[in-house]
């Protein structure tokens, strides 16, 4: 078997990203000789047609995934990080391999849309946030939520498009003088200076939500808790939508360290098969290479279906080729692992689109002794694509 280059895990603008537009993604991927490629926004499928044909005009093959901000409210009262390192039981979940065209039932798009709403609700409780400390401030301009939803979003609105309106009308009424942006900027931070270089965009829009959007900030809005489903329903949300229900590791961070949850390998391991997930990912950027292939192989070892991606949902411009952190290649054992995650997606997709069961079925229940015969069919169907 041929091993090919996967990104199993990358956000568009139909949320957040650094990339332009999906063009933008897909013409990275080919210059790259990334293969297979999924999209996985935030709350939404809304970008699956756009990749479908991206994807088909390219030669690559396409993975239809999804992402979420789940609660589970017996680890919070535990006080148990699972992966988010600051919120105790804010969980983090992908869906991989979902149906497209998308169709989800009741309740589950209402469910589904209810979420998003408030998501949505949330930034523009905090955009008239910012609005008072720019009028506070005498900035001679507020934000305009109804353009930043128009222009800067395909309708999801998360912290990061707030954050990028502000940086834009902030250069746009400074007229890009570097000076008056730093003076402008240490007003709206309360006299603390911008750190980044203006021209450091991305450093600019981490330094906005820093000090303004997140906690302590002076536009933080805390979340409404309806903004978080419980951790069942939104794996319920990924299995009614023909998908598997996958587990992001956060895994090591720049010391070594874990969260509370993930910190010991054999039991998280049993801990998510008894929480009912055979999927998890990895996004490698965040790990140390050698780290990265203890819990990955362990995992593998066990049965779960593995696959690492990059996310790209910051402003920051990344490669689409994986790496680990500080740009280290990854291992041939990595690269087989996330293709044969990638093949698993791949025929559960298929069998999915022709009616039948995938890999998880209809209870989200996986017979991983099926996982070989899985990763072979899906192997054909990746080499079927021409590019």
Known sequence: MKIIKVNAHLHTPYSFSAFKDVNQA?????????????????????????WSTGCKERGLFPLY?????????ADQKAGLRVNDPGNPGRTYLSGKGLSNPFVLAEPFATQLADVRAEANAQVEAMCG????????????????????????TKGSIRERHLAKALRLKVYEACGNDEIKIQELFAKLFSGKELKS????????????????????????????????????TVCDIIIAAGGIPTYPFLADDAKGGYTDFENDLERVA?????????????????????????????????GFVVTFGSEHNTPAMEPLELFARNNVS?????????????????THQFFVAQGYVG?????????????????????????????
């Open 359 to 387: 890999y998880v079925d209809e209870r989200g229940i996986a017979d991983r002794s099926k996982r070989a015969a899985f990763i072979k069919l899906g192997d054909q169907l990746i080499s079927q694509i021409k590019g």
């Open 197 to 232: 270089l203006v021209s450091d965009i991305a450093g600019v829009e981490n330094e906005i939500r820093g000090n303004l959007l997140k906690a302590c900030g002076g536009a933080f809005v805390p979340e409404d808790p309806k903004a978080f489903l419980p951790m069942q």
């Open 330 to 346: 990854l291992t041939e054992k990595l690269l087989k692992i996330n293709y044969e995650g990638a093949c698993v997606i791949a």
């Open 65 to 73: 995934n999804i992402e979420f901000i789940s609660l589970n409210e």
């Open 26 to 50: 897909l013409d990275m991927a080919v210059a790259e000789g990334v293969k297979v490629v999924g999209i996985n926004d935030f709350y939404t499928t809304d970008g699956y047609q756009a």
């Open 129 to 152: 946030k910012v609005n008072e400390i720019l009028e506070a401030n005498n900035a001679g301009f507020i934000l305009d939520f109804d353009w930043i939803k128009e222009g800067l």
């Open 270 to 302: 049993k801990q998510l098969t008894e929480r009912g997930f055979h999927s998890v990912e990895f996004i490698t950027t965040r790990n140390n290479v050698e780290l990265l292939e203890k819990y990955a192989s362990y995992l593998h070892d066990q």
